[in-house]
């Protein structure tokens, strides 16, 4: 049995005084701890206030973007060695925003992916289809190709701390969600690809579903075999709603 992630992607959102108010809430909801791991991806400006209100949680605090740069003259990127100075144990990397606003490439996602890795964070790659891409009957051929891209330059071993996230663009922040089944194919799809590099631990891997998780979704998609968490958007925002997907995973 796979443990359970549940993540929070706050996206450009959020305060000093409006993070202290959520976090306390989270950690009082999870004070007696929780049944799957819990993550909030907070902006960069952020993290260190989350080491500060999280430490000694049980929730771990990640960032959702990284540089393919290591360091040097790149203003305004922040280094997956600067992640990992604030104690991020994870971050995303081809969040469909990303690619869509940021022009970023399947390849550089990649190459995203390499250096959190080599800096000893987990990446949670994102992959997903546009409404266009399902209507074309291209969603697997699509997520394979996302995938695809960071298999072929990770080592077999790196596998482990790999965490992928399967995210439907038409579900995100639309309150349209994938039927659990539809998410199940597409997971199924995405570990049947991971098996060609490394059949033992891809049975290992957590595949996420994002794109509009609720309270009031998220049992029935957490119950599909391939269907190991979440990454939750807007319902990560309001305690209430996040802990109660966390209750239900
Ligand atoms: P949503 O966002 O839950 O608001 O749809 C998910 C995501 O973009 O990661």
Known sequence: MRRKL?????????????????????????????????????PSPYLMQCANLLSGSDIGWG??????????????????????DC????????????????????????????????SGLKPIVCVGETLEQRELGQT??????QLRAVLDVIDVDALTNLVVA???VWAIGTGKTATPQMAQD???????????????????????YGGSMKPEN??????????????????????ADFLAIIQAA
């Open 6 to 42: 549940i993540a929070g992607n706050w996206k450009m959102n959020g305060s000093f005084a409006s993070n202290e108010a959520l976090l306390s809430e989270l950690r009082a909801g999870l004070s007696a701890g929780a049944a799957c791991d819990v993550l909030v991806c907070a």
């Open 63 to 84: 960032a959702q973007d990284v540089s393919v740069h290591l360091s040097g003259a790149y203003t305004g990127e922040v280094s997956a060695p600067m992640l990992s």
């Open 87 to 118: 104690s991020c144990t994870y971050a995303i990397v081809g969040h469909s925003e990303r690619r869509a606003y940021h022009g970023e490439t399947d390849e550089l996602v990649a190459q995203k992916t390499l250096r959190l890795l080599a």
């Open 140 to 145: 697997n051929s699509v997520v394979s190709a």
């Open 166 to 168: 399967y995210e439907p």
């Open 186 to 208: 597409v997971h199924a799809v995405l570990r049947q690809q991971l098996a060609l590099k490394n059949p033992p631990v891809a049975e290992k891997v957590q595949i996420l």
């Open 218 to 239: 998220a049992q029935e998609l957490l119950a599909m075999p391939d269907i190991d968490g979440g990454l939750i958007g807007g319902a990560a925002l309001k305690a």
